[in-house]
């Protein structure tokens, strides 16, 4: 690990993606069309903002001491169950700026800032400051299936509202 995480800022919340074309809980789906208009639902590894009807994932925020900016955060998926195999993923950029579940490193990152706005919500940005968005799109890189996924550099950059669930939360190992 490349810095300790600072556990009395570190917590387990759930995104909601208030502001852009595709609002919505924070979760995993994706979707396809099936037959006569109806819709069938498929988890995946991308983070989306497609389903309304579920809650959104639990995240664990690991907090870190970044120079004199103060913390920013690494998120991994939280689950209490470590038999689950997306267990304690992290999430990260792919290269054409989706956001989604990838294997711990020894690193710690990547890094993400976490800003609240006069109103009280939550701006997500990376390290150089770019935000993070939603972007309707056909996953044709992977499954071919169809979400609103979260994507660096899509605008508008989204605004979340924040429902933290547990405060002082350590690393899950």
Known sequence: ??????????FIARLNV???????PVGRWEYSPGYNGSVRWHQNTWLTTSRQ???ALKL???AVEYGDEGHVYEVRLWSS??????YNQR???STNGYLGFYELTPIVGPLWRVAQTDDGKVRMTTLDG????????KAAWTTGRMGSYLCTGAGPSALFDVE???MGVEEPL
């Open 130 to 137: 770019t935000g993070v968005g939603v972007r309707w799109d």
């Open 18 to 24: 208030l502001n852009t074309k595709y609002p919505g």
């Open 164 to 166: 933290i669930l547990q």
């Open 60 to 62: 664990w925020f690991g």
């Open 91 to 93: 999430v990260d950029i």
């Open 53 to 55: 009807d579920r809650d």
């Open 81 to 86: 169950n470590s038999a689950h195999p997306m």
């Open 1 to 10: 690990m490349a810095e300790p995480y600072i556990i009395e800022h570190s």
